[in-house]
């Protein structure tokens, strides 16, 4: 034995120590891409995250005198005040790129949101002032903007944009008004739960320059990715409803971002999914960009923890598989360099 600790020094430089080879390498990958994987874990992390704190955010009976069945306001009720100050300014905005007219179903339901919001001030943002908020107010996002693939992204970012710059309702083309959204006012943020986790952005109402759109605004660029290629996911996780939700979750203080959520009896009161009737809208459904991945990543929400674990596993087991193997090379190196060195030795 003593002969063999003997020889190792000249094995050295040959075979360093395996485990701190390993250690190095995974700390070196871990501190290059600690932004990726931040990105990836608050992605997959949100069944989790979203529920912590939730009884702060959700808007209640107990919590805030607020009635979210909206039975106990008339259907025309413009503002919170006198009760509340209203934070919420009067204004309506809604988005149609694409250099098409809006479908006729889609101007039916945007005037009869005209007509329960009389007074207000609305916005119907097309391909020319979009463009020109963009440039004007966010130049710094101005090429990521353009250069989005999928123009559901762009209509996205420019609901945030929208709201950051002038505050108001952010309304989807599709969602028909069944009463006033006044009573919602009083509040902040607010947006409809989804199922089963996060919200939905196809109706948003904030306060203008709301520091929580302001986050919405400033994460655009790190959650950028084109994932595989695959139309939903990229959508989805890097301007859709999930993003806003992974963006909701990641602050410190939920308290003042206002979720509008179901009843004991109804927990999907306020869920803008498929063609529902909610208390404040008929929704008529144009979620026709919905693609082959859809219902994939939909079902890969429910499993993202298990999977994420999943990964997270396989790949220890796979660094140590290349450990245990680098282990074996050394140790049979250095029995074949000591035998050789001793057989010279014998002679
Ligand atoms: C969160 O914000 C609310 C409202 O701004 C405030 O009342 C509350 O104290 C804050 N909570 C914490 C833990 O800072």
């Not at 674990?309 to 360099?337: D, K, N, P």
């Amino acid at each position: 034995m003593g002969s063999v600790a003997g020889f190792s020094p000249s094995v050295w430089p040959l075979y360093p120590d395996p485990g701190k080879v390993i250690a190095v390498i995974v700390f070196v990958v871990l501190i290059y891409f600690r932004h990726s994987i931040s990105v990836v874990l608050s992605i997959t992390t949100l069944p989790i995250t979203w529920r912590l704190t939730s009884s702060d955010f959700f808007i209640s009976q107990e919590r805030d005198g607020f009635d979210i069945t909206f039975g106990n306001y008339s259907d025309h009720q413009q503002s919170s005040e006198p009760d509340y100050p209203d934070l919420i300014p009067p204004i309506l905005h809604q988005i149609s790129l694409g250099h098409r007219e809006p479908r006729e179903k889609w101007m039916e339901a945007r005037n009869a949101c005209l007509s329960y919001h009389p007074n207000w001030e609305t916005h119907l943002w097309t391909d020319d002032d979009g463009a020109k908020l963009v440039k004007e107010k966010f130049p710094h996002l101005k090429d990521m903007w353009y250069r989005y693939k999928y123009p559901i992204q762009r209509i996205d970012a420019l609901r945030y944009m929208v709201l950051q710059e002038y505050g108001g309702v952010v309304l989807d083309m599709d969602l028909e008004c069944r009463r006033s959204l006044g009573p919602l006012r009083r509040f902040g943020f607010v947006a409809p739960a989804a199922h089963p986790v996060g919200f939905s952005n196809g109706f948003i109402m904030a306060s203008k320059g709301h520091p929580f759109i302001g986050e919405l605004l400033r994460n655009l660029p790190i959650f950028n990715w084109n994932w595989l290629g695959l139309p939903y996911a990229t959508v989805m996780f890097s301007t859709g409803c999930h993003y806003a939700s992974v963006i909701h979750a990641l602050q410190s203080n939920r308290t003042d971002l206002r979720i509008l959520g179901g009843t004991p009896d109804s927990p999907n009161l306020h869920r803008l999914n498929g063609h529902v009737i909610t208390p404040l809208f008929q929704h008529l459904g144009a979620s026709s960009w919905h693609s082959f991945d859809a219902h994939f990543i939909v079902s890969m929400g429910k499993y993202a923890v298990p999977l994420a674990m999943f990964g997270i596993s396989s790949g220890c087991v796979l660094v140590f598989i290349w450990a245990g193997l680098l282990q074996y090379r050394h140790a049979r190196a250095r029995r074949a360099s000591v035998s050789a060195k001793s057989f010279v030795r014998l002679e």
